[in-house]
């Protein structure tokens, strides 16, 4: 008897916890223009730390023994079938997308281990680094450079009224505290036009002028759903690029068709602890569909509520708990030292360190 088979297409949190969840059921294949996992939050701690991403650059073979690997981008879906930019067509019984936001244009870690390098080297010949962007990346950005070169000059520009708005007003006043406490120069509600900076030389909305040597675009990066929008779930998209599923993670109007992580609409803080949930959530159903088990035998999800951490540096951090706010070394303990790299091995089946 034929197998039944699972297409997932995204390696990121969600898909590589999916494709490992479901590889020894069922004939699973993961589409991922990358060779690599990459635990998404610690970019901002391996640019500035290259040797951090020798832990967090996981390559898909490493995990996955079962699955079958395509390293390519999907470009097009339809009921039964997925196809690849590199003119491959896999048939699937079920489709798991979990394309949450695109990589960058390195595809073998040891690319993108040297892109590390690269921006650690950038950074420490520098003298002053401007930083654009106040949301968790920037923030985070911002605060590892002043954590390992204290003698940096870091500016850091954000258009918003306050930093890292998606968690609050208060969290937002703390990391400005903290930034403030180690010498960044924070401007809120200002942009950069950086096309026009010449010579290390820059201006603000508000007119101000910033030197520095180097900077960095913090301002997030979009959904990868774009490449969803001729395709057979296209009506399922809401006006913000994000797939619009049921409690069972269903694309709408489709009944193989899942979707999980960044990319859905489900109505909380979009966060990769949660994205591993949902996989989890879909790995049983499909096993439960798979043993032919009716709809109402099928596991559902319930929206969580808000937790997330920002760190500041390796010791610090800002956290938001329901409606607390905490600041300083207790969400730094949760978070800023290993950045949760440990769990995210382990829950792959790899050693922590
Ligand atoms: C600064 C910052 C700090 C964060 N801190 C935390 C934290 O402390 N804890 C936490 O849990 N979460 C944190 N998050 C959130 C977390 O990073 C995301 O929620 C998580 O990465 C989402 O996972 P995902 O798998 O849905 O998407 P992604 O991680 O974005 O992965 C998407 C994958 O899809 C692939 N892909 C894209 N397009 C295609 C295509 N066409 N075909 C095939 N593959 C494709 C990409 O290559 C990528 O591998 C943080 C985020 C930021 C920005």
């Not at 654009?132 to 000059?153: H, N, Q, R, T």
């Not at 009506?235 to 797939?243: C, E, K, N, Y």
């Amino acid at each position: 008897m034929e197998k039944t088979r699972v297409v997932v297409v995204g390696g990121g949190v969600a898909g590589c916890m999916m494709a490992k969840g479901l590889q020894d059921h069922c004939d699973v294949y993961l589409i991922d223009p990358k060779e690599y996992f990459e635990i998404a939050w610690t970019e901002m701690r391996a640019t500035v730390e290259p040797s951090f991403a020798e832990r967090t650059l996981i390559n898909h073979s490493e995990y996955l023994s079962k699955a079958h690997i395509i390293t390519s981008a999907a470009t097009n879906i339809t009921e039964s079938e997925v196809t690849t930019a590199d003119g491959r067509c896999i048939v699937y019984d079920y489709l798991v997308i979990a394309t949450g936001h695109a990589g960058g244009p390195e595809f073998t870690r040891a690319e993108k281990l040297h892109k590390y390098q690269g921006e650690h080297n950038k950074i420490k010949a520098a003298k002053s680094v401007l930083v654009v962007g106040g949301g968790p990346s920037g923030v985070e950005l911002a605060s590892e450079i002043v954590f390992a070169f204290p003698d940096k000059k870091v500016t850091l520009v954000h258009k918003g009224p306050r930093l890292v708005e998606f968690i609050g007003e208060k969290a937002g006043k703390k990391a400005l505290n903290w930034l403030i406490s180690k010498k960044v120069e924070v401007i809120l509600g200002q942009s950069v036009d950086l096309e026009s900076g010449s010579n290390g030389v820059y201006h603000t909305s508000g007119g101000e002028t910033i030197h520095a040597d180097c900077h960095y675009l913090c301002i997030g990066k979009p959904l990868a759903s774009s490449w969803l929008r001729e395709t057979c779930v296209r009506d399922s998209l809401d006006a913000h690029g994000r797939l619009m599923v049921d409690n069972k993670f269903r694309v709408k109007g489709h009944n193989n068709i899942f979707a999980i992580g960044d990319i859905t609409d489900v109505p909380e803080i979009k966060q990769g602890y949660l994205a591993q949930g949902h996989a989890a959530v879909v790995a049983k159903n499909v096993k439960l569909l798979m043993k032919g088990q009716s709809e109402n035998k099928l596991a559902t999800y319930k929206p969580a509520s808000a937790f997330a951490l920002v760190s500041l540096g390796k010791k610090e951090g800002v956290a938001k708990v329901m409606c607390l706010t905490l600041s300083g070394r207790i969400p730094g303990m949760l978070k800023s030292g290993d950045l949760f790299v440990g769990p995210a091995r382990k829950n792959l089946g790899l050693k922590p360190n």
